[in-house]
């Protein structure tokens, strides 16, 4: 399967700040998408990261909370905007390769905020 | 949109025994039904997965049953281990491969007891 890497993997930030997770792969990947993980929760879709094209959010996001983007196949950014201790998560990206067909996890970004 | 509901939300089964964890989806048009594994501090692992043209499908001590018609899908794990010991969640989309978004399920705590 394809390699995932995230940055930063954790994070403390103060309240009103924002802060941009990267999600890399080392391949090209049909789809990217950005999951929250609340603590000793499930995951929950925040959008489906598009390819040159704006994100598609699932309902209870929005753009100017969480912007996205995805410059090519293999590169996508999640940017938490404005944050609150509320926004204190785990933060991953998932992709699907057009050979694996499956969907694989990132290892996670997990963000306290202060 | 997919509710997916899981159940029990933790169990506890003797080194040996069988593990048996339930979940029911909500939309007819889902198709695809992914078992996540998550240990702690850690990413979910894709254990196994089923598409709808399939009623069951096994991978050594790992087995999952789909019944469509009732909208309910079972994860099975036989002759359980201490590494077994983990959340596990379950997951619906739409697409035959995985690339549409995931509904998960609110996961479940398998503790496995030696």
């Known amino acids: 399967s394809a390699v995932i890497s995230q940055k930063p993997s954790r994070d403390i930030c103060q309240r009103g700040t924002s802060l941009t997770i990267q999600c890399q792969v080392d391949s090209q990947v049909t789809m990217m998408f950005w999951y929250r993980q609340q603590p000793g929760q499930s995951l929950t879709l925040i959008a489906t990261?598009?390819?040159?094209?704006?994100?598609?959010?699932e309902s209870g996001f929005v753009i100017d909370k969480f912007p996205i983007s995805r410059p090519n196949l293999t590169f996508s950014t999640l940017t938490v905007s404005n944050m609150s201790p509320e926004d204190s998560s785990i933060y991953l990206c998932?992709?699907?390769?057009?050979?694996?067909?499956?969907?694989?996890f990132g290892p996670g970004t997990r963000l306290l905020v202060l | 949109g997919e509710n997916v509901e899981q159940h029990p939300s933790t169990l506890s089964v003797q080194e040996g025994d069988s593990a048996v964890i339930k979940c029911t989806y909500s939309?007819?048009?889902?198709?695809?039904f992914p078992w996540y594994k998550q240990e702690l501090g850690k990413r979910p692992q894709l254990i196994i997965d089923i598409r709808s043209n399939v009623g069951e499908k096994k991978d050594q001590r790992i087995a999952v049953t789909l019944n469509k018609t009732a909208k309910h899908f079972s994860l099975h794990i036989t002759e359980t281990q201490p590494e077994d010991s983990a959340v596990y969640f379950c997951a619906a989309s739409r697409a035959n491969f995985g690339n549409e978004k995931l509904t998960f399920g609110t996961g479940t705590r398998l503790t496995i007891i030696p």
């Open positions: 990261a598009n390819q040159g094209s704006e994100a598609t959010y």
């Open positions: 939309d007819s048009a889902s198709n695809y």
């Open positions: 998932s992709v699907v390769s057009q050979a694996q067909e499956t969907q694989y």
